[in-house]
């Protein structure tokens, strides 16, 4: 059994309380930390079979009992916490991204060089049955070797100009979940990224500095070519969808819906749209990355979502950003 503090009693940190305490038999968690807890989240995490929470996440670090740490607050703090707890001796589940600096996430890279720890990064897709399940069928050389991957990520809703502001933009909170899925789906690291991009959402959006609909095209180091398209509102639902096609065949993944029934009548053929929120859509996979660090740690096993995969999205969205700056191509070697 590991035990477990979580640092950080937002969205993402109630999801992650949720999974351990419903879906992950090998951890226990000790301690919620935030630094706004307050009676009514107090009294939640009592229910869900929390010993103690508190508002400050260093009585996570400084207990001897917790043997891991989930990082689920502000990404402003993902970095300098991951290094605390490393220097505690602590495994660190961190979520994305580790920070919008890569010197920082080189500094959390230092840290655990030497030290037998265990370090995953909250890219959850990976552990979705659908999109783990056409790489499975790319690495299992179904489809030959990928020519073109096409990956379609839109969300339902767009995000608050304010939250926009604070976020690192969309390719830094958006669209590096798809950037991790082009390496997850190709098999290897990006060479060269190029965007087209616009705001067609909301003007607050590009008021904000932001823009909210995107094609990315990307050279993949083996030679495979993907495109990404993003939009911050999809009327219909979220929308995830990929394909690979290669040089045998292609296997592609639609979205998941409530159910998968068709009516057909004299009005035409209809059925039921996507799943609207991403926990929906997602909830599963939450389960299964947790479940996944936990055995790396209990086992002694590499994680499925290494520190070097934190970091590669992070260039890509930084070459992503440069691409829309100076409107042309960005190898990665500019922003390595």
């Known amino acids: 059994m590991v035990t477990v503090g979580i640092i950080g009693a937002g969205r993402i940190g109630k999801v992650h309380v ?82 919008h600096d890569v010197n920082k996430i080189h500094e959390v890279i230092d840290a655990l060089k030497g030290k037998n720890l265990k370090y995953q990064v909250g890219f959850n897709r990976r552990f979705d049955h659908n999109f783990r399940a056409v790489q499975a069928a790319v690495a299992a050389g179904k489809v030959g070797d990928p020519q073109i991957i096409k990956i379609t990520s839109r969300d339902p809703e767009p995000p608050s100009p304010a939250y926009v502001a604070v976020s690192g933009g969309m390719f830094m909170d958006m669209t590096i979940h798809d950037f991790d899925m082009a390496r997850f789906l190709a098999g290897c690291d990006a060479e060269e990224v190029y965007v087209q991009s616009a705001v067609l959402v909301d003007p607050e959006i590009g008021k904000a500095g932001d823009v909210d609909t995107a094609v990315i095209t990307i050279k993949m180091k083996n030679g495979a070519l993907v495109v990404i398209d993003n939009c911050r509102k999809s009327v219909y639902g979220y929308d995830q969808r990929a394909e690979v096609f290669g040089s045998k065949g292609m296997a592609a993944i639609t979205n998941d819906a409530q159910s998968n029934v068709t009516v057909s009548n004299q009005d035409g053929v209809t059925g039921e749209k996507p799943l609207f929120f991403f926990l929906e859509r997602y909830m599963q996979a939450y389960s299964d990355e947790i479940k996944s660090f936990i055995d790396a740690v209990e086992n002694d096993t590499e994680t499925a979502v290494g520190i070097e995969d934190g970091l590669k999205p992070v260039l890509m969205a930084m070459a992503a950003n440069l691409s829309v700056k100076e409107h042309r191509p960005v190898k990665l070697s500019e922003v390595e």
């Open 18 to 99: 949720q999974s351990i305490s419903n879906n992950v038999p090998g951890a226990k968690i000790k301690t919620l930390a935030d630094p706004f807890m307050n009676d009514e989240t107090a009294k939640w995490a009592e229910g869900m079979g929390i010993e103690k929470v508190t508002k400050d996440y260093k009585d996570i670090i400084n207990d001897p009992e917790i043997q891991a740490v989930l990082i689920c607050s502000s990404t402003d703090t993902h970095a300098p916490i991951s290094i605390e707890a490393i220097n505690a001796g602590k495994h660190v589940f961190c979520e994305k991204p580790i920070d």
